[in-house]
């Protein structure tokens, strides 16, 4: 366990120096094009970034439950989830706010990395705060109180077209978002390095005045 988490933090401090458009090209080129969500989930505020290894939460909207049955689920989803790990959320509604600052703050005691979502969050001003990255459609005032209940923890969902299962890894920055398979993260990283390695070395040589089509040439890059 110990080696594995290792291992894990090893991954997500890599990671942090990626940014989502290079791991993108990565994916595309070993055939994994279908890895970017929906460019309507962004950040509460540009310049949040948030990267490492995905649990998932899902669930749905269901009216008949009381404001007690509805809070106390609630409170089991933020109870329940790993500690140090991304939580994406697929909620299948778009009419209730599916992040808080009382839940932000929970989450951040537990070392959450950050929060993305398929819907809506609220208390915005108090999130941004604290510091909390957050990635989501929209903000609204309406909560989950007798509307929502999370029906699975740690399974796979989907969000736009792509399929997400816990043990994925993501980075979301401004470019957008993108949900790397667990399967081939360390080799997605390893290669991204080089990319920006590479695209280094191309914007000094432009930025000293080559032309571009040389550039192109010599980098294959653009």
């Given amino acids: 366990m110990i080696n594995g988490e290792l291992i894990m933090n090893n991954l997500t401090d890599r990671l942090s120096k990626c940014y ?31 990267f490492g290894e995905i649990f998932t939460i899902s669930g749905h909207i269901d009216k008949t439950l009381s404001r007690h049955d509805s809070l106390l689920l609630w409170s089991q989803v933020l109870s329940r989830v790993p500690s140090e790990k991304v939580l994406v959320c697929q909620p299948n509604t778009h009419s209730v706010a599916l992040m ?3 839940s932000a703050r929970a989450l951040m005691v537990k070392g959450t990395r950050g ?19 957050v ?15 999370y029906d699975k923890l740690g399974e796979p969902i989907t969000i736009g077209t792509v399929t997400i299962c816990s043990g994925d890894y993501l980075i979301a920055d401004m470019d957008g978002a993108v949900v790397i398979p667990k399967d081939v ?4 990283i390893t290669d991204t ?6 695209e280094s070395e191309m914007r000094n040589e432009i930025l000293k005045g080559m032309d571009p089509e040389e550039a192109y040439l010599k980098y294959r890059k653009f």
């Fill in 193 to 198: 390095e080089k990319v920006m390695n590479t």
């Fill in 135 to 149: 990635f989501c459609r929209l903000s609204t005032a309406a909560d989950i109180v007798e509307r929502w209940k």
């Fill in 100 to 102: 808080g600052e009382l």
């Fill in 20 to 50: 989502a458009s290079a791991i993108h090209d990565v994916l595309r080129e070993k055939g994994y094009g279908n890895c970017v969500l929906p460019p309507e989930i962004q950040a509460l505020e540009k310049g949040q970034k948030i």
């Fill in 185 to 188: 993260v360390e080799e997605v």
């Fill in 115 to 133: 929060y993305l979502m398929d819907g809506h969050c609220r208390d915005v001003e108090e999130i941004l705060k604290a510091n909390f990255p």
